[in-house]
């Protein structure tokens, strides 16, 4: 059983530049999410997705952010014209029922 | 509104010690779980301990037991024999499962040190 995992590790980029992230789920759970967390707090939720549907989308989630899960498998999160407020961790996590299990994260820093 | 509330910002014990984390909670549903993640110092997240609401007895996994008290909706851990390993952010989560939303709902942290 090989947990979550995430590409790439870090990512450093120059405000305005597009970033894509990407997330492989543990096999066989259909549940998939995106939580960002910044220094020192709790994750905050993104959105979830149950096989490949989009089914919940959290309001902090701008237009500049969207995810897809094109066949249930993988998922990407991209951020277009990043701003420095979107330096983070952005974490993903998968379940088969109701235990969540989180990747080692993503951490991206805007300059 | 489902809340989840932690009210020690941060606490430190010897090692060896035993060390109780606090954790309240609210919210209308019958059916829910509640989790205690772990996220040592940048590494990632790791469950700890889950319990169901439905159950009465409180979950244990190895040096780890909660005291649930649903009436109270207090979700407390206890860690025994602390471990300098023990050291890390420790985040208490409610889950409602059912319906189209299973997102987490997290307190906001306990930082806990291990001192030698």
Not at chain 1, 66 to 89: C, H, N, V, Y
Not at chain 2, 62 to 71: E, G, L, T
Request: aromatic fraction near 12%; include cysteine.
């Amino acid at each position: 059983d090989t947990g979550v995992s995430q590409d790439p590790r870090h990512k450093i980029t120059k405000r305005g530049q597009n970033v894509t992230f990407r997330c492989d789920p543990i096999s066989e759970h259909n549940r998939l999410y995106w939580y960002r967390q910044t220094l020192g707090q709790g994750p905050e939720f993104l959105t979830y997705f149950q096989n490949e549907a989009q089914l919940e989308k959290s309001r902090l989630l701008s237009d500049r952010f969207s995810a897809e899960r094109p066949k249930g498998s993988f998922s990407t999160l991209e951020i277009q014209r990043t701003e420095q407020g979107d330096s983070a961790m952005y974490l993903c996590a998968s379940s088969r029922v109701n235990e969540q299990f989180f990747g080692p994260g993503t951490r991206l820093t805007v300059l | 509104a489902q809340t989840v509330t932690q009210s020690q910002p941060e606490m430190s014990v010897q090692e060896a010690e035993t060390v109780t984390l606090s954790c309240t909670y609210d919210t209308s549903e019958s059916n829910y779980y509640l989790f205690w993640y772990k996220q040592p110092p940048s590494r990632q997240m790791i469950l700890v301990i889950r319990q169901e609401a439905y159950k009465q007895q409180n979950a244990t996994e190895n040096r780890f037991s909660v005291n649930f008290q649903k009436a109270a909706k207090s979700f407390s851990l206890k860690i025994s024999d602390s471990q300098l390993g023990d050291t890390a952010m420790y985040f208490c989560a409610l889950l409602h499962p059912g319906g189209s939303n299973y997102q987490l709902i997290w307190g906001a942290g306990t930082k806990l040190i291990i001192k030698p």
